[in-house]
C-alpha cells in the first residue's frame, strides 16, 4: 500500500523560506511523475511543480511550474531516499495554502495516483 506523507510546513514571513519534504512508501519512484498540489481556502486545487524520471532516456528528468512560483521554487526527488523535496524561497503571502504530494503512475504504473494528506504553509507579513 502506498502512503505519502508531507513534512515542513509551517508559519514563515514574506521573503522567508521553507522546504517540503514527500516520504513515500509502499511504491518505486522509477515508475513515477511526482508532483506538489496547492490548495488555498475557496480556491482550487493547483499544480505547482511536477518532476517526471525517465531514467532510459537521454534526459534522464524534467521538471515543470506553475508560472507562479517559477525561479522561486525548485522540485527534487531522491528515489534512494524514497523522498521528494520542494524548496520554497521569497515566498509571499499568495503561497499560504496547503500543499499536497503526489505520486501519478507511469509506464508500468499507469493508472496509478496516490495522495499525502497535506501540510500546511502560510506566509504572513
Known amino acids: 500500500q502506498a502512503q505519502l506523507v508531507e513534512s515542513g510546513g509551517g508559519l514563515v514571513q514574506v521573503g522567508g523560506s521553507l522546504r517540503l519534504s514527500c516520504a513515500v512508501s509502499?511504491?518505486?519512484?522509477?515508475?513515477?511523475?511526482m508532483k506538489w498540489f496547492r490548495q488555498a481556502p475557496g480556491k482550487e486545487r493547483e499544480l505547482v511543480a511536477s518532476?517526471?524520471?525517465?531514467?532510459?532516456?537521454?534526459?534522464?528528468?524534467?521538471?515543470n511550474y506553475a508560472d507562479s512560483v517559477k525561479g522561486r521554487f525548485t522540485i527534487s526527488r531522491d528515489n534512494a531516499k524514497s523522498t521528494v523535496y520542494l524548496q520554497m524561497n521569497s515566498l509571499k503571502e499568495d503561497d499560504t495554502a496547503t500543499y499536497y504530494c503526489?505520486?501519478?503512475?507511469?509506464?508500468?504504473?499507469?493508472?496509478?495516483?496516490?495522495w499525502g494528506p497535506g501540510t500546511q504553509v502560510t506566509v504572513s507579513s
Open positions: 518532476h517526471t524520471n525517465a531514467p532510459y532516456s537521454s534526459v534522464p528528468w524534467m521538471t
Open positions: 503526489n505520486a501519478h503512475g507511469m509506464r508500468a504504473a499507469a493508472g496509478r495516483d496516490y
Open positions: 509502499g511504491i518505486n519512484l522509477n515508475f513515477y511523475t
